[in-house]
């Protein structure tokens, strides 16, 4: 017998069935994750539910601040997911992780507006030799490629702990000179009209977009995840 559970966070309300019950952490960010009703879709989050559900694994979505995922994840004291985490090398060595639920589109960068002469058909090895301030999140992976091309070029990076709609604003005030983002969030934030000053710029040489997963505790068995496997299309 299927038991439900509703549970209040942050206002939200939140649908769990009880067995073995998997917690599966979310932070919302359109288009990826967004909170509607009993539970979240978007980008990441809909062929994440999906395959929950269509696999029969009992779970619990708990809305916690990204930053705390893997905080909780690398402590392995529970069952516990999070969603639409990039794989790298360093957490392979303390994760588990699902199939790609999603693949982006390749990154470009936001910048102000008044600058576009100078962010037009620039290459991405054009784009970090030259003296520019880069924002970025604080402790955040923007995939292997990147990653490594930050530590070619010794990109000192202005991180904050702060979500994407904060960070385009500190682009419009001056306080940074661009920042890395992903077509899809980019369109989303730039549609509401809201920023003025800013605008996105493809870069050229880019790879393919980074592929977002569920990444789990090693507590996660694995037969677990190859049954979510099975149903993430």
């Known amino acids: 017998m299927k038991i439900l559970v509703i549970l209040l966070s942050s206002s939200f309300i939140i649908q769990t069935l009880l067995a073995q019950n998997i917690e599966i952490l979310f932070e919302e960010r359109k288009p990826y ?3 509607e009703k009993l539970s979240i879709n978007g980008l990441v989050a809909t062929p994440a539910i999906k395959a929950l559900k269509e696999s029969r694994i009992s779970y619990l979505l708990k809305e916690k601040p990204s930053k705390r995922h893997l905080y909780e994840i690398k402590a392995n004291q529970k069952q516990i997911c999070a969603l639409g985490w990039f794989k790298t090398k360093e ?3 303390f994760a588990k992780f699902s199939d790609a639920l999603y693949q982006d589109s390749s990154l470009g960068i936001i910048a102000r507006s008044n600058n576009k002469d100078d962010f037009l ?3 991405l090895d054009e784009l970090l030799k030259k003296d ?3 924002l ?6 923007y995939g292997k490629f990147l ?11 202005s991180e904050v702990y702060v979500n994407n709609e904060k960070m385009l604003l500190l682009i ?3 306080r940074a000179d661009f920042m890395f983002i992903s077509k ?5 934030l730039l549609n509401t009209k809201k920023y003025k000053k800013i605008s996105f710029f493809k870069i050229k040489n880019m790879p393919e977009g980074n592929r977002r997963y569920l990444i789990c505790s090693k507590k996660v068995d694995d037969s677990l995840i190859e049954q979510i496997n099975q149903y993430i299309k």
């Open 33 to 35: 994750v967004k909170k």
């Open 91 to 93: 957490r392979e060595k």
């Open 121 to 123: 058909n620039i290459s």
């Open 132 to 134: 520019y301030k880069m």
């Open 136 to 141: 970025a999140k604080a402790s955040y992976s």
């Open 147 to 157: 990653d490594n091309k930050f530590k070619e070029y010794d990109i000192i990076k």
């Open 172 to 174: 419009e005030k001056n």
């Open 184 to 188: 899809e969030e980019a369109d989303l």
